[in-house]
């Protein structure tokens, strides 16, 4: 019998996925004596916080369902911790729960009821994921960092990252706001991926929804948070976002029948962390110590960083200015790296160097990169 099934055109749509293409660095890399440090992808390393241990166990016996808003006690902990620590006033039913950030970042488009004729908007260096939600949604993709040249493009949807995945590049309040004002002018929705605020490293880092930005006025405005990075939750799959409060309605609506719902025990978690700063001051401190040893390491082995003012990455190139020969050296030495070229199509010269590995792992990066000075 014939099997009737056609293949999938959005399968097909998509790009491979990016990380497949690294394996055989990973290979050498892992074959260095002293093992591999892997600095490719930005996956948390150090422990959860036993508050949010704590808080998900005594929640374990959850037998009902939870609600896609969120529990009022968790709306409440997110706009607190944005008004202490983003210098945002957003009231807690202007927040929604996601299950991590990625699947919001993947599903907007679609949400938003974006679609062939729409226009997304994503930075010319960025996180993948921005691209594919829109072409799950069937949109056109405009890679670019100046919204002044897209002529009589009016996109629907403009996405901003700051501090930058993968560049570290921060924009500051006076660049988001006039970006805010011509993407309003344009009737678009800005989407501002916020995961990294709390790294800013060389200068203030500034969300969509502060004042400076918003104008105290958050319409048409999102801002996308994780807590994988702040707290070392990546496991959990937990994130919120916040803004417009008739878009939060509209996504809460949708996402209540597309059943995406943070579990109880995850919301529990998330109010314990949201509702006290020291795991992510202690967790900031992680990464400027490991940031303050392997930037220097880097540099004395002949490596150029670019840009890198926030996010726990470094954007670095080589001499030959070919990221994959990059990626080769620093495979040699046992140190993998993300190639810039996963990023766009203008980063094909640097590669990205996560912060994400034990203090053991960074030491041992910059004892082996002494060796290549």
Not at 177 to 182: C, D, F, P, Q
Not at 189 to 202: G, I, N, R, T
Request: hydrophobic share 45%; charged share 20%.
């Amino acid at each position: 019998m014939t099997n009737p099934a056609r293949p999938n055109p959005l399968a097909a749509a998509l790009a491979d996925y990016p990380w497949d293409a690294l394996a055989p660095a990973k290979q050498r890399a892992a074959a260095h004596p002293g093992g591999i440090v892997d600095l490719s992808i930005g996956t948390p390393v150090d422990d959860t916080p036993e508050v949010a241990v704590e808080a998900l166990s005594a929640a374990g016996n959850s037998p009902g369902y939870p609600t896609v808003a969120g529990t009022p006690a968790l709306r409440s902990a997110a706009a607190g911790y944005l008004g202490r620590r983003a210098g945002a006033d957003v009231a807690p039913d202007a927040v929604l729960p996601t299950i991590g950030s990625k699947e919001f970042v993947a599903w907007l488009p679609t949400q938003l009821a974006l679609g062939p004729d729409d226009v997304v908007v994503i930075p010319e260096a960025a996180y993948p994921t921005y691209e594919a939600g829109a072409v799950i949604a069937g949109c056109r993709v405009v890679a670019t960092d100046d919204l002044t040249g897209l002529g009589g493009v009016r996109p629907k949807l403009v996405w901003l990252n700051s501090p930058s995945n993968p560049t570290g590049r921060i924009a500051d309040a006076a660049k988001l706001r006039a970006t805010v004002e011509l993407a309003r002018s344009w009737g678009a929705v800005v989407a501002s991926d916020e995961c990294y605020l709390e790294f800013a490293w060389d200068a203030p880092a500034v969300s969509v929804l502060d004042p400076r930005v918003s104008g105290g006025d958050h319409t048409g405005l999102l801002a996308v948070h994780s807590l994988s990075k702040i707290a070392n939750l990546a496991g959990y799959r937990a994130g919120f976002v916040a803004g417009d409060p008739q878009i939060i309605a509209e996504l809460t609506s949708i996402r209540r029948h597309a059943g995406m719902i943070v579990s109880r025990p995850v919301q529990q978690a998330m109010i314990a962390l949201l509702s006290t700063d020291e795991h992510v001051d202690a967790q900031r401190e992680r990464y400027r110590a490991r940031r303050q040893l392997l930037r220097p390491a880097l540099e004395r082995a002949g490596f150029r960083v670019d840009d890198s003012q926030g996010s726990l990455y470094l954007w670095i190139s080589d001499s030959d200015g070919d990221c994959w020969k990059t990626v080769d050296r620093l495979a040699d030495l046992g140190i993998l790296v993300g190639p810039g070229a996963f990023y766009g199509k203008n980063s094909g010269d640097h590669v990205r160097v996560a912060l994400t590995a034990t203090d053991e792992r960074i030491q041992a990066a910059v004892e082996r990169l002494s060796t290549a000075s």
